[in-house]
């Protein structure tokens, strides 16, 4: 069964950084691209990154570009997004998603929330 565990999320001042993880289990977590989606407050979802399999290809947001890095560790099927420089409108529910089989999987979200 396919499983996400997320974490890192907190309240944070502008300006500040943060490191999300997540831990996937029940597929073979090194053959697929993942990716991070934040929802804020009356917004649909939205793309943040997304990283290849092995993780030599990355894509961004535009939002987000020169200021967020999406990894992965395979040998401990992880998948991070590192957020530097964050402003308020960062603030949301972060969630880290893999396609399947034309099938979208999610994690249960981490709260982002950036403010004074």
């Known amino acids: 069964q396919l499983h996400f565990v997320e974490s890192g999320g907190d309240l944070v001042q502008p300006g500040g950084s943060l490191r999300l993880s997540c831990a996937a289990s029940?597929?073979?977590?090194?053959?697929?691209?993942m990716s991070w989606y934040r929802q804020a407050p009356g917004k649909e979802r939205e793309l943040v990154a997304r990283?290849?399999?092995?993780?030599?290809?990355?894509n961004y947001a535009d939002s987000v570009k020169g200021r967020f890095g999406i990894s992965r560790d395979n040998a401990k099927n992880t998948v991070y997004l590192q957020m530097n420089s964050l402003q308020p409108e960062d603030t949301a529910v972060y969630y880290c998603?893999?396609?399947?089989?034309?099938?979208?999987?999610w994690g249960q979200g981490t709260q982002v929330t950036v403010s004074s």
């Open positions: 990283i290849s399999s092995v993780g030599g290809y990355t």
């Open positions: 029940g597929f073979t977590f090194n053959t697929y691209p």
């Open positions: 998603n893999v396609r399947r089989r034309s099938d979208d999987y």
